[in-house]
């Protein structure tokens, strides 16, 4: 089956009214049911407990705090790179962005003005950059880290489709990313701006930043900006910066000629919070 066939039931699934169904069943506290459902999801999707900063499945009192469990401290070392991998995932896609086009999956390109939520001027700092797109499944550590240093200038939320963003996905449905509902977080830096998009899924029942709390829900019908002073929130490398509920995806973009990727990087590739993601290009 094609991907595109593989995709068609999406479209027609009431996504928002599910992932508002999930993401309140995932807020309830249903006592030995919650337990009982943290065990068949642990056990589906091989979750490995023993690295989290509180194994006991049975102390967890909804499923959103299991989901968004933190790590045993150490868990995830920081590699002695410019920049570092900034969830526990799979590489979806990385590289040069062609001018203004990110690469999907073959035949599938978005801009970086789409991305944004349609800020040109801000798209313009990444023309001929580069970007690096992380996919969150189910079983992954789902608290987002920074890749870098950074110092948050603007917080964009972007209202959209809610489609799954796994790989089959990514492959049949056209600017997927571009498409779904997101929130984008600019940050400036010593070697310049940079982006970090959290982009939403269906059943991702919210997402969240350490300087705001939870931006959706509300699902709001229009794209809302947040503003910040400089150095009100600054964060160092390897510093949690936010949260997913349920598997997703980010979407980084940086300048041109800002970073050099790891060589051993690939698409598909599994990859873990902290490892090294690429070094910095001297200007």
């Not at 807020?27 to 690295?51: C, D, H, P, Q, S």
């Not at 990514?170 to 600019?186: D, Q, S, T, Y």
């Not at 400036?188 to 829900?217: F, K, Y």
Request: aromatic share 10%; with cysteine.
């Amino acid at each position: 089956m094609s991907d595109t066939l593989a995709v068609l039931p999406q479209y027609l699934l009431p996504k928002k009214a599910l992932t508002a169904l999930a993401g309140k069943l995932a807020g309830a506290r249903l006592g030995a049911t919650t337990t009982a459902f943290i065990r068949w999801f642990v056990k589906r999707y091989k979750v490995n407990m023993l690295e989290a900063a509180n194994p006991d499945i049975s102390s967890y009192p909804t499923f959103n705090e299991f989901f968004t469990r933190p790590l045993k401290v150490g868990a995830r070392p920081l590699a002695a790179a410019d920049f570092i991998c900034p969830v526990d995932g799979a590489i979806s896609q990385f590289g040069a962005i062609q001018k203004s086009q990110i690469f999907q999956a073959k035949g599938h390109h978005y801009s970086t003005t789409a991305l944004v939520g349609g800020d040109a001027m801000l798209a313009a700092a990444f023309e001929n950059g580069s970007f690096a797109t992380v996919y969150l499944s189910p079983r992954d550590y789902h608290r987002i880290h920074m890749p870098c240093d950074g110092v948050l200038r603007r917080m964009i939320y972007v209202p959209g489709d809610l489609f799954s963003v796994n790989p089959t996905t990514a492959r049949g449905v056209p600017g997927l990313f571009a498409r779904n509902e997101r929130v984008v977080c600019v940050f400036d830096s010593e070697r310049g701006p940079w982006v970090m998009t959290l982009v939403g899924a269906t059943i991702v029942g919210s997402m969240a930043t350490v300087w705001h709390g939870q931006v959706n829900p509300p699902r709001l019908p229009q794209v809302t900006e947040w503003h910040y002073d400089a150095g009100k929130v600054a964060l160092r490398q390897g510093e949690e910066m936010g949260r997913f509920l349920l598997g997703s995806t980010v979407v980084m973009l940086f300048p041109q000629n800002t970073l050099e990727f790891n060589a051993q990087w690939a698409p598909v590739k599994p990859v873990v919070l902290g490892e090294a993601m690429g070094m910095a290009l001297s200007h």
